[in-house]
């Protein structure tokens, strides 16, 4: 669908389900009607709602009724495709697989594989369900007309559009509650979901006073005798869909239990809190109440807004499973231990070994630059676009700042 451009969804009809907060979707439609397409949207909640046109059609019934009345919605009005964000929330896996059953060509909507300045799209999934070759050999033999990228415009600041949107979507859903009132979303969904924003924000402030000497620590004196550990937001498709643990606390008693036993005892852990989950989740008690079990509280640190490009750069090894800052630590030529699923973790890119030899093995352990060339020019080519979904990029047209 990229790969021709827009103008491939001319005389075709095409259904949109969720999309990221804010009206992303509601432009896209207005861009692919410019071309010629048909455009249907099925609202799930008030969210969605207030960021749709007139003519879409509300869903208001059980979870357990969506699966039938998608199906007979997509036969009934014969669509060709369909259009999603993301491909693992409960609803959008029902569609998914009812229309790829139908033969219906499937576009998912993903944050971008490469940040800040690219957002993803993929035909049929995305991460974990991504069509991307997991093998080194395809990505030996591409052109350089394959891997070669092309000028990028820099997308800049969109955190303050994006909460605008976001608030705006879970006011509405909760205005809106007893329409949709029987709507299960993964997530709280209501409008207190600011405090946390505002929470978020006062953490930020707090953390630059009380961790102030941490990143100066850890360029300087630790440099290069600490792995890096960054988490994911809870509600992580790649946690919850895409890995071997339930949990991020799961995960973080996994990687504090092998390090204590298997990493050398000079060897300092990093774990990194993710930004956006800043205002939700704080990992200090179970943090320091696994690494007190296990002996390393003086060599287990929690950090939260440091640099992370210079983090990178300090670090013996990183441990993810399955984020983009696997592809920063890449760029960045930093040793990488994958513990989920993810697109770049194969032969010649991460380290293939155990979570256990990792530790001692990530000094000696080098990846293959020209590998990573092309596999990052590959998938930046094939399935990224330049823009964003938040904010419009100046002189690049309607299309929501992108080009297809």
């Known amino acids: 669908?990229?790969?021709?451009?827009?103008?491939?969804?001319?005389?075709?009809?095409?259904?949109?389900?969720?999309?990221?907060?804010?009206?992303?979707?509601?432009?896209?439609?207005?861009?692919?009607?410019?071309?010629?397409?048909?455009?249907?949207?099925?609202?799930?909640?008030?969210?969605?709602?207030?960021?749709?046109?007139?003519?879409?059609?509300?869903?208001?019934?059980?979870?357990?009724?969506?699966?039938?009345?998608?199906?007979?919605?997509?036969?009934?009005?014969?669509?060709?495709?369909?259009?999603?964000?993301?491909?693992?929330?409960?609803?959008?896996?029902?569609?998914?697989?009812?229309?790829?059953?139908?033969?219906?060509?499937?576009?998912?909507?993903?944050?971008?594989?490469?940040?800040?300045?690219?957002?993803?799209?993929?035909?049929?999934?995305?991460?974990?369900?991504?069509?991307?070759?997991?093998?080194?050999?395809?990505?030996?033999?591409?052109?350089?007309?394959?891997?070669?990228?092309?000028?990028?415009?820099?997308?800049?600041?969109?955190?303050?559009?994006?909460?605008?949107?976001?608030?705006?979507?879970?006011?509405?859903?909760?205005?809106l509650f007893p329409m949709f009132r029987f709507y299960r979303h993964h997530r709280p969904l209501n409008p207190w979901e600011i405090m946390y924003w505002i929470r978020s924000f006062w953490r930020k402030q707090w953390y630059k006073v009380a961790e102030r000497t941490r990143e100066q620590t850890l360029i300087t004196q630790e440099s290069k005798n600490y792995f890096l550990v960054p988490l994911q937001i809870s509600t992580d498709a790649q946690v919850c869909a895409h890995s071997p643990y339930h949990s991020v606390e799961d995960f973080i008693h996994s990687v504090i239990a092998s390090f204590a036993e298997k990493a050398s005892n000079e060897r300092i852990l990093v774990i990194k809190h993710h930004p956006l989950d800043r205002g939700y989740h704080n990992y200090k008690t179970v943090i320091t109440k696994v690494a007190f079990q296990y002996g390393i509280m003086q060599r287990c640190w929690y950090i939260h807004d440091q640099h992370l490009p210079t983090l990178l750069d300090h670090a013996l090894g990183v441990v993810v499973i399955n984020s983009t800052v696997g592809l920063s630590a890449l760029h960045h030529h930093v040793p990488l231990k994958v513990c989920g699923t993810a697109i770049y973790d194969m032969e010649g890119l991460t380290y293939q070994g155990s979570l256990d030899t990792f530790w001692d093995e990530a000094p000696f352990y080098a990846m293959d630059k020209e590998l990573f060339k092309n596999f990052r020019g590959y998938i930046i080519n094939d399935k990224q676009i330049n823009g964003n979904f938040y904010r419009r990029l100046e002189g690049m047209g309607t299309f929501s700042g992108l080009k297809w």
Request: glycine share 10%; aromatic share 18%; net charge neutral.
């Open 1 to 175: 669908m990229v790969s021709y451009g827009i103008a491939s969804f001319k005389d075709k009809k095409v259904l949109m389900l969720q999309s990221p907060v804010g009206p992303f979707f509601k432009r896209l439609g207005k861009d692919l009607e410019k071309v010629g397409a048909e455009v249907s949207k099925i609202n799930l909640n008030g969210g969605d709602w207030f960021f749709s046109d007139k003519g879409a059609i509300n869903f208001t019934g059980k979870p357990e009724e969506w699966g039938v009345f998608f199906a007979s919605f997509i036969k009934n009005q014969k669509i060709d495709r369909l259009l999603l964000f993301g491909d693992c929330r409960e609803y959008h896996r029902i569609a998914h697989t009812l229309a790829h059953a139908q033969g219906i060509e499937i576009g998912v909507f993903e944050e971008g594989y490469v940040r800040p300045d690219y957002i993803t799209f993929e035909r049929f999934g995305v991460n974990g369900f991504s069509l991307l070759p997991r093998n080194r050999p395809f990505y030996d033999q591409l052109n350089d007309d394959k891997v070669t990228i092309s000028p990028t415009i820099s997308v800049g600041n969109s955190f303050y559009a994006m909460a605008w949107w976001a608030f705006l979507y879970y006011f509405f859903s909760a205005l």
